[in-house]
């Protein structure tokens, strides 16, 4: 029989439905709050807020879900309830929208798991790259099983909910009706869209708790929208005459003279004549995925967890130039490569690699090029992904991917890629040919081995693939000491400099929104016959390699580069950058300054503090900082570190030394 509430009968399922989905949102996040108990701290009124504030985002996530079923709820005419076919397709429809609530649930628990943060940027990439990231899972999960889980879930919800659904199938809502009460639903997204933004979700001193008091399904369309940041409009500025005054103080050396009187370009000439003659030595550079330094035995590691692990590394750290204080700029592989081959500092939102308009840029590889070298990006899977193809092609770089193997050449592969030692295998092929042509080499060899699913060959190592982190990276371990062994057979191995080095490490999650333990990565130069073993321990950064490696070479050349000449750096320069999505640091030996949106800046004393404090926007302390990251957004935005004759270069040429 017909409901006499003629005002609501229908919409009194949204009320089921939204209870339901609350209820599992804080399910979730007592679950998730579980994990991190050791990394909180609960003071008085700490949960009330934790789940006041998850509760707000929550209700804002489904007023923006619910608009659909409002919809069809309130435009659909009266005869289609009425109609046979309806009630199995309303009963299906509330199924599949309990099944897809479990789904993000469940997805968010693995995510969490993975990078101790909801749903974000990274999410959002994620989605874009489906075939990796669903093989990823595929590899790593027993899917059949979680997937027919929810499904019973699912439906136990829907049996639960039966009976409010067959009252709504049951109401007589007349249009007038409809309307009046449909379009006041209607206004709660708008209402969330205007009153809520992020700062309620970062009102604790603990990144967890921030993190916790989110929702993840809301942050990540929060993150699809705002995936590029505009500085300018999002983080503190000073005048851009200081600023750019105080950027070159920061980047030049003793070695180096200015090729313009002032302003952003930061064009300069590197002198390098006092240390010799120019070397036009070839070199591999090994960027290991996710290789924090606390692996390392040589770091002085103490876990269990993490003994014994990395014996060839161990032994290389003793043979090689080790920077032992070096610290990753990102949590993602592309801001390790931006760094690593461009030298800027990482710039809020998706790295340059990822971004349009990022061809022509001044960058190692167009620098190995121009003298005469074979710059060669080789990478264990396929490129198209992070759009790494494309930046290393419009920069200077040939291209060597997993499409460019043939099975023959392909040991062992999983989802994201050939095994580390098939890899190496074609790098050294790839080194022989141009050393057969009287061609030096420059390679950039990015590995994908030590990354989930685990999975490498059998026999290579005493720890079963898939069994977790620990076997990734001793296999990772095992794959470059067997590249250095058949190396040092090649007729080219004495003239080569191997530098190793991390592109991130193997979590960013942490108490603080920049972990420091979540940034050091190891980094050696290995080349018996050219670099005198010796363990550096200034605090520096990825951007710093580059230089450094040229100084190593003796190379004369005009430069665009943010990073400095470790073994020309003094007390006073040494310092990190560090970031993520959307948080800017500077790290000196006693403090870390963080720039955030909101035109926020804070810092932490001792820069391994939980807590931060606001920094005044006249404070010495947010100056280099400033100079830094503006800079760096500046000059990208008005294309100031292109590599000579770029179309479009509207900076002074620089000389090209081959």
Same mark, same amino acid.
Request: a neutral charge; hydrophobic letters at 45%; proline letters at 6%.
């Given at each position: 029989? &017909?409901?006499?509430?003629?005002?609501?009968?229908?919409?009194?399922?949204?009320?089921?439905?939204?209870?339901?989905?609350?209820?599992?949102?804080?399910?979730?996040?007592?679950?998730?709050?579980?994990?991190?108990?050791?990394?909180?701290?609960? +003071?008085?009124?700490?949960?009330?807020?934790?789940?006041?504030?998850?509760?707000?985002?929550?209700?804002?996530?489904?007023?923006?879900?619910?608009?659909?079923?409002? #919809?069809?709820?309130?435009? !659909? *005419?009266?005869?289609?309830?009425?109609?046979?076919?309806?009630?199995?397709?309303?009963?299906?429809?509330?199924?599949?929208?309990?099944?897809?609530?479990?789904?993000?649930?469940?997805?968010?628990?693995?995510?969490?798991?993975?990078?101790?943060?909801?749903?974000?940027?990274?999410?959002?990439?994620?989605?874009?790259?489906?075939?990796?990231?669903?093989?990823?899972?595929?590899?790593?999960?027993?899917?059949?099983?979680?997937?027919?889980?929810?499904?019973?879930?699912?439906?136990?919800?829907?049996?639960?909910?039966?009976?409010?659904?067959?009252?709504?199938?049951?109401?007589?809502?007349?249009? @007038?009706?409809? #309307? =009046?009460?449909?379009?006041?639903?209607?206004?709660?997204?708008?209402?969330?869209?205007?009153?809520?933004?992020?700062? *309620?979700? $970062?009102?604790?001193?603990?990144?967890?708790?921030?993190?916790?008091?989110?929702?993840?399904?809301?942050?990540?369309?929060?993150?699809?929208?705002?995936?590029?940041?505009?500085?300018?409009?999002?983080?503190?500025?000073?005048?851009?005459?200081?600023?750019?005054?105080? #950027?070159?103080?920061?980047?030049?050396?003793?070695?180096?003279?200015?090729?313009?009187?002032?302003?952003?370009?930061?064009?300069?000439?590197?002198?390098?004549?006092?240390?010799?003659?120019?070397?036009?030595?070839?070199?591999?550079?090994?960027?290991?995925?996710? =290789?924090?330094?606390?692996? #390392?035995? /040589?770091?002085?590691?103490?876990?269990?967890?993490?003994?014994?692990?990395?014996?060839?590394?161990?032994?290389?750290?003793?043979?090689?130039?080790?920077?032992?204080?070096?610290?990753?700029?990102?949590?993602?592989?592309?801001?390790?490569?931006?760094?690593?081959?461009?030298?800027?500092?990482?710039?809020?939102?998706?790295?340059?690699? @990822?971004? *349009?308009?990022?061809?022509?840029?001044?960058?190692?590889?167009?620098?190995?090029?121009?003298?005469?070298?074979?710059?060669?990006?080789?990478?264990?899977?396929?490129?198209?992904?992070?759009?790494?193809?494309?930046?290393?092609?419009?920069?200077?770089?040939?291209?060597?991917?997993?499409?460019?193997?043939?099975? %023959?050449?392909?040991?062992?592969?999983?989802?994201?890629?050939?095994?580390?030692?098939?890899?190496?295998?074609?790098?050294?092929?790839? !080194?022989?040919?141009?050393?057969?042509?009287?061609?030096?080499?420059?390679?950039?060899?990015?590995?994908?081995?030590?990354?989930?699913?685990?999975?490498?060959?059998?026999?290579?190592?005493?720890?079963?693939?898939?069994?977790?982190?620990?076997?990734?990276?001793?296999?990772?371990?095992?794959?470059?000491?067997?590249?250095?062994?058949?190396?040092? $057979?090649?007729?080219?191995?004495?003239?080569?400099?191997?530098?190793?080095?991390?592109?991130?490490?193997? +979590?960013?999650?942490?108490?603080?929104?920049?972990?420091?333990?979540?940034?050091?990565?190891?980094?050696?130069?290995?080349? %018996?016959?050219?670099?005198?073993?010796?363990?550096?321990?200034?605090?520096?950064?990825?951007?710093?390699?580059?230089?450094?490696?040229?100084?190593? =070479?003796?190379?004369?050349?005009?430069?665009?580069?943010?990073?400095?000449?470790?073994?020309?750096?003094?007390?006073?320069?040494?310092?990190?950058?560090?970031?993520?999505?959307?948080?800017?640091?500077?790290?000196?030996?006693?403090?870390?300054?963080?720039?955030?949106?909101?035109?926020? /800046?804070?810092?932490?004393?001792?820069?391994?503090?939980?807590?931060?404090?606001?920094?005044?926007?006249?404070?010495?302390?947010?100056?280099?900082?400033?100079?830094?990251? $503006?800079? /760096?957004?500046?000059?990208?935005?008005?294309?100031?570190?292109?590599?000579?004759?770029?179309?479009?270069? &509207?900076?002074?040429?620089?000389?090209?030394?081959?």
């Amino acid at each position: 029989m &017909p409901s006499t509430d003629r005002s609501s009968g229908r919409f009194r399922l949204l009320l089921p439905l939204g209870l339901a989905a609350l209820a599992c949102f804080a399910l979730l996040r007592t679950a998730l709050l579980l994990t991190a108990w050791s990394d909180v701290e609960l +003071g008085p009124g700490t949960l009330l807020r934790l789940y006041g504030t998850g509760a707000l985002y929550d209700l804002a996530f489904l007023a923006y879900a619910a608009v659909p079923l409002v #919809l069809y709820l309130m435009l !659909a *005419p009266q005869r289609l309830f009425r109609s046979r076919w309806h009630r199995p397709l309303a009963y299906g429809l509330c199924y599949a929208l309990l099944y897809g609530l479990l789904f993000v649930l469940a997805a968010e628990w693995v995510f969490w798991g993975e990078f101790g943060a909801r749903f974000n940027f990274i999410a959002v990439d994620y989605l874009v790259y489906s075939d990796e990231v669903l093989g990823n899972i595929r590899e790593s999960y027993p899917v059949g099983w979680l997937l027919g889980g929810l499904g019973l879930l699912a439906l136990a919800l829907l049996w639960a909910l039966r009976r409010p659904i067959r009252r709504t199938l049951d109401a007589d809502s007349p249009l @007038k009706a409809r #309307l =009046l009460v449909g379009g006041g639903l209607l206004l709660l997204p708008a209402v969330a869209f205007l009153a809520l933004d992020q700062r *309620p979700g $970062q009102a604790f001193d603990n990144q967890y708790l921030n993190e916790l008091s989110e929702n993840g399904p809301y942050q990540f369309f929060h993150a699809f929208r705002d995936a590029e940041l505009s500085y300018a409009q999002f983080y503190i500025q000073h005048d851009d005459a200081a600023v750019a005054a105080q #950027l070159r103080r920061q980047v030049q050396q003793p070695n180096q003279t200015f090729l313009t009187p002032a302003g952003y370009d930061l064009a300069r000439h590197v002198d390098n004549t006092d240390r010799g003659p120019e070397r036009n030595l070839n070199v591999m550079l090994i960027v290991v995925e996710s =290789l924090s330094a606390k692996y #390392l035995g /040589a770091y002085g590691t103490t876990d269990a967890d993490t003994t014994g692990l990395t014996p060839n590394l161990d032994r290389l750290a003793a043979q090689s130039l080790w920077l032992s204080n070096l610290y990753a700029t990102g949590t993602r592989t592309v801001r390790g490569l931006e760094s690593l081959t461009l030298s800027v500092p990482p710039t809020p939102g998706e790295s340059i690699v @990822k971004r *349009p308009d990022n061809g022509g840029l001044f960058s190692l590889g167009q620098l190995f090029a121009a003298h005469g070298y074979d710059s060669t990006f080789l990478y264990g899977g396929f490129g198209y992904f992070d759009n790494m193809n494309d930046f290393f092609g419009k920069n200077g770089f040939r291209i060597v991917d997993r499409a460019a193997m043939t099975s %023959p050449e392909i040991a062992f592969a999983n989802i994201w890629g050939v095994a580390d030692e098939s890899l190496y295998d074609r790098a050294m092929r790839e !080194a022989d040919g141009d050393f057969a042509r009287g061609q030096p080499f420059f390679q950039l060899v990015m590995t994908t081995s030590n990354h989930r699913p685990y999975s490498y060959p059998d026999g290579r190592i005493d720890i079963p693939s898939k069994t977790g982190r620990a076997g990734a990276v001793k296999y990772t371990d095992w794959a470059i000491g067997d590249l250095l062994e058949k190396a040092r $057979q090649k007729p080219w191995f004495n003239d080569t400099l191997f530098v190793i080095v991390a592109d991130h490490c193997a +979590g960013s999650d942490g108490r603080t929104a920049l972990p420091l333990d979540r940034y050091r990565i190891p980094l050696f130069v290995y080349s %018996p016959a050219h670099v005198q073993p010796q363990r550096i321990e200034r605090l520096v950064g990825q951007i710093d390699v580059a230089p450094t490696l040229l100084g190593l =070479l003796h190379w004369n050349y005009d430069s665009r580069f943010f990073g400095k000449d470790i073994l020309r750096m003094t007390d006073a320069d040494e310092r990190a950058l560090l970031s993520n999505y959307q948080h800017l640091g500077l790290l000196d030996h006693q403090r870390l300054v963080v720039l955030s949106p909101g035109n926020k /800046a804070s810092v932490l004393e001792p820069a391994d503090a939980r807590t931060a404090r606001p920094l005044a926007a006249d404070s010495r302390l947010l100056d280099p900082a400033l100079a830094l990251y $503006q800079g /760096a957004a500046r000059i990208y935005r008005q294309h100031l570190g292109l590599w000579p004759g770029a179309p479009g270069n &509207p900076a002074p040429r620089l000389a090209v030394h081959p």
